[in-house]
């Protein structure tokens, strides 16, 4: 592949997508693509590139699916969930005693393990939740991930990593060498495709949404204005998950992070329901 074939790939997955790749990232762009282009009985990346060029939507859609699929599983990084369920969801289920509904956005579902562990803690939870309305909406750039998180069906290999031991007994059915989470867990979960790039109106808006391991594909400005149009959907005392290598600092002002509770982050306006380890005066002091 030439410079100005990779050039036009990296153009084109930054405006569909959001995905910015660096220089040195050609031999990913390699190993995915071709064997998409083998699939599609094409000769090579050149000939890829050729169709592309000639307006190819479908192939586009497959392009950006290839580029965009990343590995994740469940509990990822652990410490996030320990924080949901310990903190998060105590203090929203005081917060909206009211109102008796909680929102949950996973903006980048991949194949369904973070949505799920979500509602696992929640059912988990359910005593406390009892005449609740709880929505987990999971979204992802790619329908063919989202057919696999829909099925709920996972390998040996996917279940051992992250998901405890009894889990794994009381959330799936073994079949054959595959799992596949009960049906009251995967009827927790709506998903839908959905590209980051889109406007989040038309979702709705959301008491915790997880963002985790995706802004670190897109560039500064793009970072930037997925946290701002964030904010809109996002309730004024509820909070945003990033991921571990994430943060809002030097980006936007439209979120100051949670004392003693890495990779939570706060709205800026309004008083936080989601109050960390120090107490919520102190709280509110250090977000002056």
Not at 228 to 251: H, S, Y
Request: proline share 4%; aromatic share 10%; with cysteine.
């Amino acid at each position: 592949m030439i410079q100005v074939e990779y050039d036009f790939l990296r153009k084109l997955l930054k405006d569909r997508s959001g995905l910015v790749l660096a220089d040195d990232k050609q031999y990913l762009v390699e190993s995915r693509l071709l064997p998409l282009a083998r699939k599609v009985n094409l000769g090579g990346l050149s000939e890829l590139v050729a169709e592309l060029r000639r307006g190819n939507e479908s192939l586009v859609y497959d392009v950006v699916e290839a580029m965009t699929t990343n590995e994740t599983f469940f509990f990822r990084d652990k410490i996030p969930f320990e924080h949901f369920k310990d903190s998060v969801i105590p203090e929203l289920i005081k917060a909206r005693a009211a109102r008796k509904t909680l929102r949950i956005w996973c903006a980048a579902a991949s194949t369904g393990q973070e949505p799920y562990s979500l509602a696992m803690i929640l059912k988990d939870m359910s005593a406390a939740l009892s005449g609740w309305r709880v929505e987990i909406v999971a979204t992802d750039l790619s329908q063919e991930v989202l057919e696999k998180c829909k099925a709920g069906i996972y390998s040996q290999f996917e279940v051992q990593r992250g998901l405890p031991i009894q889990k794994l007994v009381s959330y799936f059915k073994q079949i054959g060498e595959m799992w596949q989470i009960n049906p009251d867990i995967r009827a927790m979960v709506q998903f839908k495709e959905f590209n980051l790039l889109n406007d989040f109106a038309s979702l709705g808006k959301f008491d915790v949404i997880f963002c985790r391991n995706v802004l670190i594909y897109f560039d500064q400005p793009t970072k930037a204005e997925v946290l701002t149009r964030m904010l809109r959907v996002n309730e004024p005392d509820g909070c945003l998950f990033l991921g571990a290598a994430e943060t809002v600092v030097g980006l936007t002002d439209a979120y100051r992070p949670c004392q003693q509770r890495r990779g939570v982050y706060l709205p800026k306006t309004g008083s936080p329901s989601i109050v960390p380890l120090m107490g919520a005066g102190s709280l509110r002091a250090a977000l002056r």
